[in-house]
């Protein structure tokens, strides 16, 4: 027992270095955990600086009318490439003629000022006053030049009629458009 009582600050400082390592060790192994289920997706942009999630991006004009809405239940923003990126996207256009065009895509490409919007993977954009309808693998569509446009094979439909070509463009404020390359239509008769 004398033992004990001459050892006693020793032994309390012994033990005060065990718990303290101890517990240096749980943190480094949460820490570790942690970082290999992070919560925030890494992606071809690096990590995203935010992400907000059930988005819904207004844009205005100067008149305070609405002209653009971005739908989408998750984007994720990367200021270094100036761009964000959102799932499953719903994009709602007006153009100068007051015509609403709906765009979709699983996953969209937009830049900082919201002028150009890229939808990829099962992409469409409709017009439904003239009942038209295309499908594409990539969609672009830019608000300053009014124009919608893709690089990649694009399915067109207009009530029951399909033309397929290589290319497509529109021009919203214009009412024209042009399909390129290799094209091929089908007519269904009116009965």
Not at 21 to 35: H, P, T, W, Y
Not at 128 to 144: A, G, S
Request: no cysteine; aromatic share 8%.
């Amino acid at each position: 027992m004398a033992w004990l009582k001459q050892n006693a600050y020793r032994i309390g400082i012994v033990l005060l270095l065990l718990i303290a390592g101890a517990f240096l060790a749980l943190i480094d192994q949460r820490s570790s955990l942690v970082s290999q289920h992070s919560p925030i997706p890494e992606g071809d942009h690096g990590t995203p600086d935010q992400y907000l999630e059930q988005v819904v991006y207004t844009r205005y004009d100067d008149q305070g009318r609405p002209y653009q809405v971005l739908e989408s239940p998750k984007i994720s923003n990367f200021s270094q490439a100036d761009e964000s990126i959102a799932d499953q996207p719903k994009l709602a256009m007006l153009d100068s003629n007051n015509r609403h065009w709906h765009a979709t895509g699983d996953t969209g490409v937009v830049n900082q000022d919201n002028t150009h919007v890229v939808l990829k993977g099962n992409a469409q954009v409709t017009e439904p006053e003239q009942q038209w309808r295309l499908t594409t693998d990539i969609l672009n569509y830019n608000r300053d030049q009014g124009r919608i446009w893709s690089d990649s094979e694009s399915n067109f439909f207009q009530g029951q009629h399909k033309t397929s070509g290589d290319r497509f463009q529109a021009w919203t404020d214009t009412s024209r458009a042009l399909l390129e390359g290799n094209i091929s239509s089908t007519f269904m008769p009116r009965h």
